[in-house]
């Protein structure tokens, strides 16, 4: 599904990402962690397309992505459900029409009703029922996360990236959530990127990891693997320790 090599992004003169590699297999489910500002977000939405390396390809579902025209990303975009960090819900939409937008995108044969028919069974599914005609600011943080989670699946893409789908979460509230990211996986089958700070919850969820940390990886595999990793920064990282390179 994804094939990312030598991939470098340099912004404003900073090098951001720095000679990345990485081969996720279609169905697989994968966890990204690691340190504050190493790189995440950047790369996931890289991945997207939003960002244009200056080295490296990216190829997503057997189609190389570096280079290509933004008429020609839009097929590749449309394979991918995205949960953004910030949620980036359309505050001038309601919360229906936010949850249906990539589907209208997707299929414009669709009428207005089986839009709305559509937004309000994944709306139920996230426990949002009854949210639906509000405005995504009279909605609480975890109601938002739930609303971008409803969006980023709407159209059952097969590859599905959430961005810290419960930072800000009660302990109940992620454990929900993340039942519900298993249960959507399973009725899709979709490949996932699911970047947390939360190791604890995420390794419920993911059977692999990635760790991410100035723009390289310093880890990726099982999540089996990731406890006995050699690398010091990952082993201070995964445990919290105050001693360590970080
Ligand atoms: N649009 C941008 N323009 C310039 N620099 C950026 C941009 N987006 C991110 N960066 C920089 O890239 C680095 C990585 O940022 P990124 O958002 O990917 O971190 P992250 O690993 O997701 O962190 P966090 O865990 O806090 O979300 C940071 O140094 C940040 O300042
Ligand atoms: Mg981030």
Request: aromatic share 6%.
């Amino acid at each position: 599904m994804i094939h990312v090599s030598n991939l470098h992004l340099t912004i404003g003169g900073r090098p951001l990402l720095q000679g990345m590699d990485l081969h996720v297999e279609s169905g697989s489910v994968w966890g990204i962690i690691g340190p504050p500002g190493g790189g995440k977000s950047l790369f996931v939405k890289t991945l997207c397309g939003l960002f244009r390396p200056d080295r490296g390809s990216i190829i997503i579902d057997g189609t190389e992505i570096v280079g290509l025209s933004e008429p020609s990303m839009v097929p590749v975009r449309r394979k991918i459900g995205m949960l953004f960090q910030n949620n980036a819900l359309f505050d001038f939409m309601r919360v229906w029409e936010n949850v249906a937008f990539p589907l209208a995108r997707l299929r414009p044969e669709l009428s207005q009703d089986t839009l709305r028919e559509r937004s309000l069974m994944r709306l139920q599914e996230v426990g949002l029922l009854g949210s639906e005609d509000k405005w995504p600011a009279e909605l609480s943080g975890g109601m938002k996360k739930r609303v971008g989670i409803a969006r980023a699946t709407m159209t059952d893409a097969p590859l599905v990236i959430y961005d810290e789908p419960t930072a800000g979460l009660d302990p109940v509230t992620t454990s929900k959530i993340y039942d519900l990211l298993e249960k959507i996986r399973q009725e899709t089958g979709a490949t996932v990127l699911a970047i947390s700070s939360d190791i604890e919850g995420l390794s419920t969820f993911v059977k692999n990891m990635m760790l991410i940390h100035e723009g390289r990886f310093l880890f990726q595999g099982p999540l089996s693997e990731l406890t006995d990793c050699g690398d010091p920064l990952v082993h201070q990282f995964i445990r919290g320790l105050e001693e360590g390179p970080l």
